[in-house]
T-cell receptor, first 111, second 114 residues
């Protein structure tokens, strides 16, 4: 049974720092992995999607990596800004395409 | 293109009442999914429609939950009768394929059963 763990659960950093959010999963037989962002009271915004055959994806200041063999993904945020404050969720899709989610990392970037 | 729309955004109902949540997927997306997040726990899959057919409803908690997608367009999720443990945020997502290129989620419906 696939389980997804995100570390840390919460993170508070000063503006401008580079930071790394971690996601680990127990079953390496994944179809893809997706990082989402959730703002308070809002929906889920897809940030990056990594197919199982890929190693990383980049979008602006965000970079996500995938190491299937070790069951890990990291989301790197460069030069963090207060607007990056949100909850970041990692979700893994198996061959059945159902998403298995982590609990998320709550990020606060302080001005 | 318009995104995935869910309404209501919030609903507060008493235990034993009925509530119906609605999801309008992105036009042309055959795949529609319902997920739920109960406070303090991970988001969990409820079910998956392909057009009007239920492809997978293995995540539906019990028979108090009924999902429909008439005509393969919008979907409704009815909870009848609602219980306290049904409180949470219900998310809907749609995708053109089977999620190979990701999912687009709605803003969710926050359901509170009191």
């Amino acid at each position: 049974k696939q389980e997804v763990t995100q570390i840390p659960a919460a993170l508070s950093v000063p503006e401008g720092e580079n930071l790394v959010l971690n996601c680990s999963f127990t079953d390496s037989a994944i179809y893809n992995l997706q990082w989402f962002r959730q703002d308070p009271g809002k929906g889920l915004t897809s940030l990056l999607l990594i197919q199982s055959s890929q190693r990383e994806q980049t979008s602006g200041r965000l970079n996500a990596s995938l190491d299937k063999s070790s069951g890990r993904s990291t989301l790197y945020i460069a030069a963090s800004q207060p607007g990056d404050s949100a909850t970041y969720l990692c979700a893994v899709a198996g061959n059945n395409r159902k998403l298995i989610w982590g609990l998320g990392t709550s990020l606060a970037v302080n001005p | 293109e318009a995104g995935v729309t869910q309404f209501p955004s919030h609903s507060v109902i008493e235990k034993g009442q009925t509530v119906t949540l609605r999801c309008d997927p992105i036009s042309g997306h055959d795949n529609l999914y319902w997920y739920r997040r109960v406070m303090g726990k991970e988001i969990k899959f409820l079910l998956h429609f392909v057009k009007e057919s239920k492809q997978d409803e293995s995540g539906m908690p019990n028979n108090r939950f009924l999902a429909e997608r008439t005509g393969g367009t919008y979907s409704t999720l009815k909870v009848q009768p609602a219980e306290l443990e049904d409180s949470g945020v219900y998310f809907c997502a749609s995708s053109q394929d089977l999620g190979g290129y990701g999912y687009t989620f709605g803003s969710g419906t926050r359901l509170t059963v009191v």
